[in-house]
Nanobody, 117 residues
Framework: QVRLVESGGGLVQAGGSLRLSCVASGMLFSMSPMGWYRRAPGKQRELVARITKNSSTNYADSVKGRFTISRDNAKNTHYLQMNSLKPEDTAVYYC???????????WGQGTQVTVSS
C-alpha cells in the first residue's frame, strides 16, 4: 500500500522560507516520478514542481527561481525548498507520486502553507 506523508508546512512572513518533505512507502521510490501540487482557496489544484527518477525537474512559471524540488532515494523522500515566499503562495501543498511501473497517481494528505504580508 502506497503511503505519502508530508511535513514542513506552516506560517511564514513574506520573503521567508519553508521546506516541505514527503516520505514515501509501499512503492519503488527510486523509479517513480514525484511532484508537489497546491490548491489555493477558491482555485483548482495546480502543479508546482516535478522531478523524474533521473532528477530532471520542471516548475510552474510562478515559482521558477524561488522553489527547488529535490529527492533523496536513500531516504525515500523528496523535498520542496521554498524561498522568497509571497502571499500568493498560500495554499495546501500536496505530495504526488506516480508509482512505477503503472504510473498510477498517489497523493499525500496535504500540508498548509500560509504566507503573511
Amino acid at each position: 500500500q502506497v503511503r505519502l506523508v508530508e511535513s514542513g508546512g506552516g506560517l511564514v512572513q513574506a520573503g521567508g522560507s519553508l521546506r516541505l518533505s514527503c516520505v514515501a512507502s509501499g512503492m519503488l521510490f527510486s523509479m517513480s516520478p514525484m511532484g508537489w501540487y497546491r490548491r489555493a482557496p477558491g482555485k483548482q489544484r495546480e502543479l508546482v514542481a516535478r522531478i523524474t527518477k533521473n532528477s530532471s525537474t520542471n516548475y510552474a512559471d510562478s515559482v521558477k527561481g524561488r522553489f527547488t524540488i529535490s529527492r533523496d532515494n536513500a531516504k525515500n523522500t523528496h523535498y520542496l525548498q521554498m524561498n522568497s515566499l509571497k502571499p500568493e503562495d498560500t495554499a495546501v501543498y500536496y505530495c504526488n507520486a506516480q508509482r512505477w511501473p503503472t504510473n498510477d497517481d498517489y497523493w499525500g494528505q496535504g500540508t498548509q502553507v500560509t504566507v503573511s504580508s
